[in-house]
């Protein structure tokens, strides 16, 4: 992941965070050359990410901070458990920056983690379905980025990660264009041989017309029942990716994949899921 | 709220979801010069922020949309509650501009409402106590001047906006510094005239201790049972303002209040409530 | 196009052009409230692209100025053809803050639109054939939003916008990945629904290699002569896009053409046109 | 050359080539750990400018990676010429990191050294004469200082950095100022001690009334043919730095240059000149 | 003290003074790898600081200075006295980074030294007596943080960093509010448990009014003559924190002292100190 | 002047001034639609400047206030006089927004006029005397522009705005290259047709050996008596401008403009002149 977008991240939380007048406690009562050592640690069970934006914000305080990551995202593409009381990582530095890092380090640790549960969560629950778990653009405003590589590493797959990726044509679009196939027809014309076009339809009918546009590369079966996403299914007959969407859940989203669709996208992976809760235990001063 | 904040992020939420292409989408199948109208509508019942953020969305795509708001946070200070189907704004412009802003503006909408919603909640369970609901420094990086102002639309209280505001002084900075007296005392230097010293304790042992080092303006009754708060409230007997925290929640936030405290902070309502339900219904193309 | 990435690119050509000191020049002979009338006038025929950004400098330095544009790149899709001597658009407003801004106008006028202008050249060449010109992302660092809608403008398509976009699999990636088959197996993967995968071969052993991995979206044949391109569209037979590059010019594009393929990409229309001659006549003071 | 201003560039490029998503690609075929080596090589004859652009952009994605340069801009005032097929620079460091940062890196140098090359070029055409070649205001929006110095970095001087440097006084200047000795005076004034006058003429009548007015310290004699120069160089007769502009190519340079100027300034040196074509040839994984 | 708000500073100012041409002077005078030493030397005595900010600025430029300061504002809350003749740091690097960066290294150790010595002088003044010196928010636009940061270290202590820190309540808000009663209602809602309320108050008449509503945190007493200060004191009686301000000066501080307030805020510290003057002395080349 | 760069300054002042938590007081204690009129009034007599800054803060929190501006830097180049309580402007608008904004508009009014008024004492002081003030780069860092403006609306002539302006070859420059003629002759290269050079000489000898090496634009004269200065003024003999510097003050500057040098360059109207005491009087709400 490209570290500039992480530190750029970083930076804005601490200008809210510090602004005029800094960690003015720490400054009062902790003497400016003491050091600590401490652990991060994930106070529930959970699938961490985020580590890199933690370390980026100890390091931008203390550039001589000592951290060894215990469990980790930087490298690895689906997620690592940590049990409940599992440490994230250890650091040794500088009291007063760490002290002052630790709130931001914890924020972005906390909800990036929670991002990467939810998924895991989800794709554990279909296990052994063909469906993968994919994300959508319901993210935070400043954080997609990271957002969108939590869902990767809580084992989903990433859908846009903005608006000229790919078409996606919806209801709206359809309506004022004036009709699926006029739609279809030039969207593949804009998105030229490198982009795909997704159409979303919500009857088998709209599924039909837009299959007999000549097939978009794949279609977004919102709000369907598990019956008719099944029905779906055989009609597309391969010839689209299909993707189901609309207020799945935790409860629903098996019956979902028993329908045979190849992705479920779920928002509330990245607008609702709560954060996983982790905090930091100062072990040694010094 | 000043609006420059408003702006940037909204600003850095374009950048990221319309990157280098744009929304390839809406200029592939909406005529240029084409119009529409639409509701802002609540898909379930809530309190609303967030709404000017909303307008600057769709206004700096558009800057020619007329935008009524049907309901608001420009003024008030505790929030409006809308039902579920309510409308929250309606809008006329540009139909390219509007799908684009579109997913920006409920992003922010959902979030910063879900936020007011969650903090609403707790506000009516413990209506008759004391206690009010503040928030902590638990919130999403970029989005703090936002979330804190949804907190209080929602009717709570905003606890430190950051760092430089006011002296907490925790477990950490007690350790280093070498007690609870000495830490109060140098923080009371440091905070000046103009700043408040709080301190976080865990047991009536360290509340007598603050006690006794001239009370801080705050004590933070840090992961008490009720009975202990209500016997820490007596402790101080006006001497400090008293605030609960730790791991509060809907279920057990009656008994906290029972315990007289005066307010009581809540980290979930920034970093862990879910979104608000919230979608654009286009009515009439023109 | 989005607004907020033009006038980014506006206010940075103007920091470096006003610095500290502003413009001396025109502060110094033009008295403060004198006005002038001007057109932008083409020196020679090619097609227009940048008119929006032109406008943006002159109205970010004089927010009461009256543009009235005769041709333009606002709405269209394939660019507007200008002869030598034709009017862009004609100007009145403050001296002092025209003359400031001409330069920094001119200069993305003229930058723009001569990649439109190269772009619409070679597609004019190549009329006829089903091949369209695809531009790459050998773009001026900061300006490839500007210059890839420069590149429609003039008539062709776009590429990737960014590395996000898709997958494009190039002789280093398969080397590392030990093969055709490994690297695109992992690219679909990680590339999901709805991002596709292209995969660079120099020759048919290659392409016939990438074939049998499951025909990925597109391939590149790149610095393949006409023979060879000719071959190796026979060979996909329509099971992906084929995409012709490598030295392309307008002496050869003809016979690139001719071999069938669907995407001619070209680098040096981003990164080697020659700036389409575009002057400010001012016409009367006042 | 304050290298802050080479690192905003090149983060303002990664920005647009990374947005959210990253490079794809190279985080699906190349694993983590594994390291190349590789050559930047030049693949035609020229002179090299934006090596240290270049190292900036693999630097900032991998601030392990070793560059040995082989040929710089770094600390020489005049370019150094490289053959085609010979070494910029070697590098070793991270695979995915130096894949991801390729492009960046080759696109700055490919536009500054065809800048570089191209101004050697014209230097070299006059070589044995009195002038200089010099660049003007006609630069890439976001580029100038690089592109300056590439300028000299092919054997170039340069002209005004900004518009606030120096004043140069054209025909709308001298038009609304009420001709050219009010013009003059009153930019004097405005230019203090530190700051040069220049002032263009298109005839020899504009000439004799701008040395008339107390001679600024350059003439820039602009559209004027070689016989037109040589009666201006000798009606100047030292008085003033002369220098001639409008339209000059490599095939009239000589021409111009004959009549004995001081400098000749060519837009086409920063705004049309093709990029010089580098590529990066990776040797061995490893 | 947070050094990214530094590093941002000094950044803005390197933008200021490097432009788009850069030191022509020391790249043209000072060949490339020369090396050389010095020490920054305070001409006049004073209280030094703004050392972080002068290191940063060399370290920017030449990131393997290496710099020894010799009396700094790193880790010490009261400022450090130096002589007229005293060094503030000794330097070792490259000749040309170093010449580059010390202007703009100067301007911001003289300026900020100006305010911790003038806090100093004040400070000393009043030595003896129970009153602090505080300052205003009449900082320089852009520096704060620096500026407040040196009035601690000359011995001050801060009135707000900011509008959100605290409520004061001026002369226009009680006038719009209707009373001192209703405006310290309605701004002790706002403030909540974390932040304090000061009103400011002309006359004797309004600080009984304010400590009839309940006194506030503190009261500022507004352009009041040492004996209405004394009878100031007398009536708040230990109810508030008493600050004095308005045009308070070296002249008339000890008469202010003497009245026995806790504060005395004084504008000018921030706003118009003079600078202390600093300078670099160039000891040996190499 | 252009406005993006007060904007800037605005901006930032802004953001240190609002923060995350906004002006609690006014949104607490002013209704939200209530409106107020006032005057900016000068509290003792000096030269206004930075009208436009103090505008565009109100502006940017206000879009619909109406300020009607008394006396003015828009347009004029020498600054206006306002007597002790003249009205600078006056304004009518929302009542919150202006009072959040008066400390931002006051500080840069203050801070700049302050300069304004400074330089004009200066200049009046040296009235019919050949010399000009001038000002150096000892500016505040993030002001420059705006300082140097009111250095100029002082009636003071502006020195370099940056070191890409100019050359200015000082001691250590002399020392490194070895001498003043080969210095000189170096910078002049570098200068090109359109940057002067200027040498700081200490002694006759010194200034003998710039003349000698073909004298320089112009020639500093640092820290010289008035009678070295008259010799000095004789010996340049009007081949290059001659300007005095080295802590002039308002006592010694008359004998320095006696001794014939064209500029006199002081720091301190830029790094020490007190601030102009201006204030809000709020005259009727509504």
Redesign the interface.
């Known amino acids: ?5 992480v530190e750029d ?26 050091r ?1 050592a401490g652990r991060i640690v994930a106070r529930r069970e959970g699938v961490i990410a985020g580590v890199d934006a933690a370390c980026c914000a100890f390091r ?2 203390d550039d001589g901070v000592e951290i060894s990551v215990e469990c980790g995202d ?2 690895r ?1 689906d997620g690592e458990r940590v049990d409940g009381g599992g440490t994230v990582l250890r650091l040794h530095g500088n ?1 007063r920056a760490l ?2 890092a630790e ?2 380090a ?3 640790l ?2 990036l983690s ?1 991002i990467a549960t939810a998924t895991a969560g989800l794709a554990a629950a279909i296990e052994g379905y063909r469906a ?1 778990i ?1 994300c959508t ?9 990271l957002e ?1 590589r939590a869902v990767r590493l809580g084992g989903g ?21 004036g009709g699926i196939r ?2 279809i027809e ?2 593949r ?8 076009v ?1 159409v979303e339809v919500d009857t088998l009918e709209q599924l039909e017309q837009a299959l007999a546009a000549g097939p978009p ?2 279609v977004l079966l919102d709000n369907m029942r598990p019956a008719g996403l099944a029905r779906a299914v055989e009609l597309v007959a391969g010839r689209a ?1 299909t ?1 189901a969407s609309g207020g799945i859940t935790a409860e629903t989203i098996q019956d979902v994949a028993a329908s045979g669709v ?2 479920i996208s779920v928002g ?1 992976i990245t ?2 899921a ?2 996983l809760d982790i905090g930091l235990d ?1 072990e040694t ?1 010094g």
């Not at 992941?1 to 977008?5: E, F, L, P």
């Not at 991240?9 to 003491?34: H, K, M, N, Q, Y």
């Not at 014309?189 to 795909?196: D, F, L, Q, S, V």
């Open positions: 992941m490209n570290q500039a977008t991240v970083v930076r804005r939380a601490f200008a809210e965070d510090l602004g005029c007048g800094g960690d003015i406690t720490s400054e009062a009562t902790v003497p400016a050359g003491s600590i931008l305080l930087g490298e593409v009291a002290l002052t709130r931001t914890l924020n972005l906390g909800h929670g993968r994919t653009r319901k993210t935070t405003p400043g954080l997609r980025a969108k797959s990433n859908h846009r990660f903005g608006l000229g990726d790919a078409v996606l044509i919806k209801d709206n679009h359809i309506a004022i264009a006029p739609a030039r969207a014309i804009a998105a030229g041989h490198m982009r795909k997704e590369d794949a990716t993707e190849d992705y509330w607008h609702s709560p954060a100062v001063p």
